[in-house]
């Protein structure tokens, strides 16, 4: 009976002491690939880390004749950046967000060389086009900061 207890304890040691082993293996590891996702945006330069994300520039474009695009088309953010679209061609054309959309804009008319800015704080995929050209259409995906978790906790919720 005595014997049976004491492997007993000795089994729930060993249990205890595994699931440690593995929690600091998770504290190091989830450290390790929190750096090395951050290094991996900077060198992407698509998503900017949410502490550095202040603006974002997209270009109205005329590639080809009467080709006007929006480049780029789709674009990355953290919630607080600013976006600034700038019409570098000699035609008018609108900013304007899809119908149904969660946070809607529209920029009005922005003639050659005009500026349209706008904030984004809300997170979701927000699709836009232009009012004059139905071809023009372009993307804003809106991401909350990032937060990184232990994988210890990650592994829990899962
Ligand atoms: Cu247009």
């Given at each position: 009976m005595a014997r049976k207890l004491a492997r007993g304890l000795m089994r729930v040691r060993y249990v205890l002491v595994l699931l440690l082993g593995v929690a600091i293996l998770g504290l190091i590891f989830n450290g390790l690939y929190a750096q090395r996702l951050a290094v991996a945006d900077a060198a992407s330069g698509v998503s900017a880390p949410a502490a550095l994300a202040t603006s974002t520039d997209v270009f109205i474009t005329?590639?080809?004749?009467?080709?006007?695009?929006?480049?780029?088309p789709q674009i990355t953010v953290t919630t607080g950046t600013v976006v600034y679209w700038t019409n570098n061609t000699g035609v008018a054309h609108t900013v304007t967000s899809d119908p149904g959309g969660v946070d809607p804009w529209d920029s009005g008319t922005l003639g050659s060389s005009a500026v349209f800015s706008r904030t984004f704080n809300t997170p979701g995929v927000l699709a836009y086009h232009c009012s004059f050209h139905p071809g023009m259409l372009g993307s804003v995906v809106v991401l909350a900061p990032k937060v990184y978790l232990p994988l210890v906790i990650k592994a829990a919720m899962l």
């Amino acid at each position: 009976m005595a014997r049976k207890l004491a492997r007993g304890l000795m089994r729930v040691r060993y249990v205890l002491v595994l699931l440690l082993g593995v929690a600091i293996l998770g504290l190091i590891f989830n450290g390790l690939y929190a750096q090395r996702l951050a290094v991996a945006d900077a060198a992407s330069g698509v998503s900017a880390p949410a502490a550095l994300a202040t603006s974002t520039d997209v270009f109205i474009t005329e590639p080809s004749a009467f080709n006007w695009v929006f480049s780029p088309p789709q674009i990355t953010v953290t919630t607080g950046t600013v976006v600034y679209w700038t019409n570098n061609t000699g035609v008018a054309h609108t900013v304007t967000s899809d119908p149904g959309g969660v946070d809607p804009w529209d920029s009005g008319t922005l003639g050659s060389s005009a500026v349209f800015s706008r904030t984004f704080n809300t997170p979701g995929v927000l699709a836009y086009h232009c009012s004059f050209h139905p071809g023009m259409l372009g993307s804003v995906v809106v991401l909350a900061p990032k937060v990184y978790l232990p994988l210890v906790i990650k592994a829990a919720m899962l």
